[in-house]
């Protein structure tokens, strides 16, 4: 079982920055890819950022790319999403999930495990 607690979201003007943190229990943080998604009000939840486990790979939405950095630190489970030069576009609430591997996922674990979500509001 794995929980994941999000922080850091809030109210921030256009063209502001917020720092995400998304906190995992667990022995396997280390060893799974982690990505955020977002949901923003009538709209389907979108992935936004995935970073693999070692951190040396990630990949953004390309409406976030060149504003937004996904990071990890394995010592302190916990994943982290920079958001700069943000947009109201990008007001939504934002998830972190833990990305189950396929050889746990045909023996019964879930696609994903979800944290509560964090709010973020960009507006003047």
Do not use: H
């Amino acid at each position: 079982q794995v929980q994941l607690v999000e922080s850091g979201g809030g109210l921030v003007q256009p063209g502001g920055s917020l720092r995400l943190s998304c906190a995992a229990s667990g022995s396997t943080f280390s060893s799974w890819a982690m990505s955020w998604y977002r949901q923003a009000p009538g709209k389907e939840r979108e992935l936004v950022a995935t970073i693999t486990s070692t951190g040396s790979i990630t990949n953004y939405a390309d409406s976030v790319k060149g504003r937004f950095t996904i990071s990890r630190d394995n010592a302190k489970n916990t994943v982290y999403l920079q958001m700069n030069s943000l947009k109201p576009e990008d007001t939504a609430v934002y998830y972190c999930s833990a990305d189950v591997p396929p050889w746990l996922v045909v023996v019964g674990f879930p696609d994903n495990y979800w944290g509560q979500g964090t709010q973020v509001t960009v507006s003047s």
